[in-house]
């Protein structure tokens, strides 16, 4: 009998210590990241050039352009227009597996501006062809009326039908600071961005980037009429970033993003300005 309790005593010891041992997971290997990274350009048109980039187990190609372009993800060629004279530092971050990354740069240096930059489309309509073109709002300003910023949905559902002046939701009802104020946008010998308070005053100038292909613009210091407002989310409209989503002659609008969207449709919060040629 004791013999019997002394087995069982020993077995009950042996399957604690099993329970103690720590479990082993299985765990993947990481892949090889990417190494050995090469960025190429080639310039036939110097406005214009291609880069390409290459690493050994690299695949996804995250670049900034230097001229306030970002092309992410992108190819790993790609191209992006440099219409003014400077040192362009052009960089690019090659992912691999596991986003294991590595990055690499480059110096591009135009040494001429391109002079056709003032008649290309989107440049021409909001600078006036380079000589300087004034944006006000597109609005009586003793009342403010028809609405001159207007709440969208973030996932620009039903965009068209928010801008409707007649709609009953989403007016941002009042009069802002600024609402006698100036947008001018021009080309005198580099990109120029002033805004006025009001109409005659001397002005903040600043400058800006213009994406033509993606369609947005970024206002670099200070900021556009209305930047900061109760009814936006003003550490998002103080980045500067904005969509243009209509640039003619006479009429600008200008869009950003409040609250991303989720899945649902009409959801997320949006903002548009809505700006008329002086």
């Known amino acids: 009998m004791k013999k019997e309790i002394y ?56 670049w900034d352009m230097g001229n306030g372009q970002k092309i992410a993800p992108g190819s790993n060629t790609v191209t992006s227009y440099y219409p003014f004279a400077g040192t362009y530092t ?46 006000v709002y597109n609005t009586d300003p003793s009342t403010g009326l028809p609405d001159y910023c207007y709440q969208t949905t973030g996932d620009l559902v039903n965009y068209p039908d928010n801008w409707m002046p007649s709609a009953s939701w989403g007016q941002c009802v009042r009069l802002t600071p600024d609402i006698n104020g100036e947008m001018t946008f021009d080309l005198d010998g580099g990109v120029n961005y002033t805004y006025h308070q009001v109409a005659g005053d001397a002005g903040v100038k600043g400058t800006f980037i213009l994406d033509v292909d993606n369609m947005t613009i970024t206002i670099k210091d200070p900021y556009i009429l209305d930047h900061n407002v109760d009814c936006t989310n003003s550490s ?43």
């Open 7 to 62: 087995i069982l005593q020993v077995i009950a010891i042996v399957l604690v210590l099993t329970a103690c041992d720590p479990e082993k997971m299985s765990t993947g290997t990481i892949g090889v990241g990417p190494t050995n990274p090469k960025l190429t350009v080639t310039s036939e048109d110097p406005h214009n050039p291609v880069f390409t980039a290459s690493a050994d187990h690299g695949y996804i190609f995250h």
């Open 90 to 135: 052009v960089d690019v971050t090659i992912y691999g597996d596991a986003a294991q990354s590595v990055s690499i740069d480059t110096a591009y240096v135009v040494s001429s501006t391109d002079l056709s930059v003032s008649e290309r489309p989107v440049w021409k309509e909001l600078t006036g062809g380079g000589a300087g073109r004034t944006w």
């Open 236 to 278: 998002v409209t103080s980045s500067g970033v904005y969509r243009i989503m209509k640039l003619t002659d006479d009429e600008m609008v200008l869009w950003q993003m409040q609250n991303e969207p989720t899945a649902a449709p009409g959801s997320g919060v949006g903002w548009g300005w809505s700006f008329k040629r002086k």
